[in-house]
């Protein structure tokens, strides 16, 4: 049953822009919070989460019309380097950690 | 948008920031492990409504192999060397970067955009990124590459000295 006054629930770019920025301050927030440098490196999906969030939204808000890939393939290449970044990060971490 | 995507838009943006302040703020690697996975499903969720399910399964994969490495048993703790005092000025530094940030998006005259929904699309995200984008994917597959293979070296290296 419909009631007058209802509103509906709607998402923007600007939304997306805030979610995007805030990931990104959070992320630049725990890295420099914490003092172990090996959970800063942990920090650095967060801030590529950011990144991909607004290459995603900006590709799906695109006015022109077709499909809009560019946002979506850059997503996934930023999840694989974050991947990879990790590995290298904890690895270089655990060999300075038996120093 | 439609108010099911949107609701699952802010669902899974709250469970991305609550993976990200659990990642910054929770004790004890395995938590922080666990809070970076929550945030992986969170970025999963947000990348499935705004229609990039390619991306999100991808994103999920990579952001509970990341969660997995930080909790488990490999990993040391590293103090670094930098006074408490530059360290929460960079914190600092990052809260204001939020506030400019949230004080940029609310007073900003973005352009009105027009969302639309798309297919699944993983054979269309393959051939751009294997043929039209193939420099920026064999570079992220040599970063990978690198990475991957001097993580092994270093800890075959801490083995060693053990």
């Known amino acids: 049953m419909a009631c007058a006054g ?11 822009f805030f979610v995007a920025g805030g990931i990104v301050a959070v992320g630049a927030f725990a890295a420099g919070w914490r003092r172990d440098a090996a959970a800063a490196v942990a920090t650095i999906p967060l801030m590529f989460a950011g990144a991909g969030i607004a290459f995603a939204g900006v590709a799906r808000f695109a006015a022109a019309g077709g ?14 380097t974050a991947l990879a970044l990790v590995a290298l990060g904890l690895g270089i971490a655990g060999r300075e950690a038996t120093r | ?9 802010y669902v899974s943006s709250a469970v991305l920031l609550i993976g990200g302040l659990g990642v ?20 999963a969720g947000i990348y499935v409504s705004l229609s990039a399910a390619f991306a999100a399964a991808v994103a999920l994969i990579c ?6 490495m930080v909790a488990g048993p490999q990993y040391r703790s590293v103090e670094t060397a930098v006074s408490p005092l530059w360290r929460q000025l960079g914190a600092l530094g990052a809260a204001a970067l939020l ?17 639309s ?18 420099l920026a994917t064999e570079a992220v597959a040599v970063l990978t590459v690198v990475a991957i293979a001097g993580a092994t070296a270093a800890w075959r290296v801490r083995d060693r000295a053990r």
């Open chain 2, 24 to 43: 910054a703020l929770l004790p004890g690697r395995p938590l922080r492990g666990a809070a970076l996975a929550l945030s992986g499903v969170g970025l």
């Open chain 2, 1 to 9: 948008m439609d108010s099911l995507h949107a609701i699952g838009f």
């Open chain 1, 67 to 80: 499909s809009h890939l560019v946002g979506q393939e850059l997503a996934v290449l930023l999840a694989i």
């Open chain 2, 117 to 134: 929904v798309g297919p699944f699309a993983a054979r269309a995200v393959a051939s751009l990124m294997l043929a039209h984008d193939v």
């Open chain 2, 63 to 68: 952001y509970l192999a990341c969660a997995f």
């Open chain 2, 99 to 115: 506030a400019v940030l949230a004080y940029s998006a609310f007073r900003g005259d973005f352009v009105h955009a027009s969302y």
């Open chain 1, 6 to 16: 209802q509103s509906t629930v709607s998402a923007n770019l600007v939304s997306v």
